[in-house]
């Protein structure tokens, strides 16, 4: 089987513009979870998705918003960024129907923000 | 709330020696726990979990068990290898796909 697959690698943005970040799970997993890291705060749980809706919301900004679509692909938006929304932003899939299930995550994304 | 505190680093060890990296965790109810390693330039790969107490994970030498009664899940390996350089994480899930993570230790062996 595949893995995660995050699209794109690397981005270099500015403050104040937008960005949209993609994710295509593990055939078969219904779950996708996205996670910022970053040096100071290490990893952070930012939302999970699973069949389409939002299951679970981190701690951040309304800045930080995604969706799931039916074929479970994943995308993450930041609107009006920021310098401190450099980070590696990674993605995680799981079949979704179980407490404690593993975790896949994709190689990430690095968002450089200038 | 949920949180994982484990041994700050980084650890340096020879080529050989006995790893261990401390991780004790705080949580409501019987979570699931995990150790997940990160290479250089990439994302987090599992290395084992356990999922209840006593329970012991185990893959590629390293191994970690579920202590309810001090809510530990210590990372243990006999004898490291250079290529077991990386950063290693400790979490915690106690729902569905959101883990829990502490800050990471890095471990460097040298030859």
């Known amino acids: 089987k595949a893995g995660v697959t995050q699209t794109p690698r690397y981005l270099i943005k500015t403050r104040g513009q937008q960005v949209t970040l993609s994710c295509s799970p593990i055939s078969g997993h219904r779950s996708v979870s996205w996670y910022q890291q970053t040096p100071g705060q290490g990893l952070q749980f930012l939302f999970e998705?699973?069949?389409?809706?939002?299951?679970n919301k981190g701690n951040f900004p309304g800045r930080f918003s995604g969706r799931q679509f039916s074929n479970s692909r994943s995308e993450m938006n930041v609107s009006t960024l920021e310098l401190g929304d450099s980070a590696l932003y990674l993605c995680?899939?799981?079949?979704?129907?179980?407490?404690?299930?593993?975790?896949?995550f994709g190689p990430g994304t690095r968002l450089l923000v200038l | 709330g949920d949180s994982v505190t484990q041994m700050e680093g980084p650890v340096t060890l020879s080529e050989e020696a006995f790893l261990t990296i401390n991780c004790t965790y705080t949580?409501?109810?019987?979570?699931?726990l995990f150790w997940y390693v990160q290479y250089p330039g990439e994302g987090l790969q599992l290395l084992l979990k356990?999922?209840?107490?006593?329970d012991k994970g185990s893959n590629k030498g390293f191994e970690a068990t579920y202590r309810k009664e001090t809510t530990s899940f210590h990372l243990e390996k006999g004898s490291v290898q250079v290529s077991d350089s990386a950063v290693y994480f400790c979490?915690?899930?106690?729902?569905?796909?959101?883990?829990?993570f502490g800050k990471g230790t890095m471990l460097l062996v040298s030859p």
């Open positions: 979490a915690l899930s106690s729902g569905y796909s959101t883990l829990t």
């Open positions: 949580a409501t109810g019987y979570p699931s």
């Open positions: 995680a899939s799981s079949i979704g129907t179980g407490e404690g299930e593993t975790q896949y």
């Open positions: 998705y699973f069949s389409e809706t939002q299951r």
């Open positions: 356990a999922t209840k107490a006593d």
